[in-house]
């Protein structure tokens, strides 16, 4: 539950570089619907970039964007929006980033943005994301224990790195800070500045908390979920005898597998 699922945003894009556009785009979505039609119960609501499985996860970040139609209208009236098409761009080799592209679609259309769904392989997705060819696109993050390397896949100079999608200087200067500290009890305060900077900003909505089930059987010992995502094994046992030979180790013919 490390890794999160993610609306981003270019913001560089002629209509996306309004943050009153984004902001309506962030208040426009009813994640919460979102999270209960795709992923049955198996997700988390998510609001930061720092995920419940982090020490650096307290009442700030628990605080996240908030569904309000009216204020995503009020937004698009103040910035006023033309009707200019906004496309979403996603892939239909990963079922729930296509249906995130398609729900979001639907949400955003009834606020008033002309919100159109732009399928491609994920090859090209890839691509696209990496060169910014963009303007709002399903993409998710691999899970990282520290959650300074979820903001760093974001935050740079995007005259210099085009993949990414947050080039405020606030936000550049308190990843440095970061990555200049080690004591958690300093690393808090730059970790809530940066979910309140977030917030202000709207370069991406991360909408879901990633939760994989793990299930062993009743002689399996020491195994832990971790929030990685991946099986690990270290200090995983079985009970009973185990005999070893030229391919491994393996169970004995009495234990229970």
């Known amino acids: 539950m490390a890794g999160t699922n993610n609306i981003v945003m270019e913001t560089a894009d002629p ?7 984004r902001q309506a785009i962030a208040s426009a979505l009813d994640t919460a619907a979102m999270r209960g039609a795709l992923t049955a119960g198996f997700g988390k609501g998510g609001g930061s970039l720092i995920t419940p499985t982090s020490a ?4 700030i970040e628990r605080a996240g964007n908030v569904y309000d139609p009216a204020v995503a209208k009020r937004h698009l009236a103040e910035v006023g929006y033309k009707g200019e098409k906004i496309t979403i761009a996603t892939n239909a080799q990963y079922g729930r980033m296509h249906d995130t592209a398609v729900l979001a679609q639907a ?26 060819a963009y303007q709002l696109m399903t993409w998710d993050t691999t899970p990282y224990p520290d959650p300074m390397f979820i903001f760093d896949r974001f935050i740079g100079d995007k005259s210099k790195q085009p993949e990414k999608i947050w080039d405020d200087p606030n936000a550049i200067d308190l990843l440095n800070q970061l990555f ?58 079985l009970k009973g005898p185990c005999v070893t030979s030229e391919e491994g180790v393996r169970a004995a013919p009495d234990a229970t597998l």
């Open 107 to 132: 949400m955003l259309q009834a606020i008033g943005i002309n919100a159109e769904v732009d399928v491609v392989d994920f090859a090209k997705q890839f691509d696209r994301y990496h060169k910014g």
């Open 180 to 237: 200049q500290t080690s004591e958690p009890a300093k690393r808090q305060p730059i970790f809530d500045a940066l979910h309140r900077l977030y917030l202000a900003n709207a370069p991406l909505v991360a909408w879901l908390y990633r939760v994989v089930p793990t299930a062993v059987r009743s002689n399996v010992e020491g195994d832990e979920p971790w929030p990685g995502e991946k099986a690990r094994f270290w200090g995983v046992s």
């Open 15 to 21: 209509v996306l570089k309004d943050v009153r556009v």
């Open 56 to 59: 650096y996860y307290g009442a």
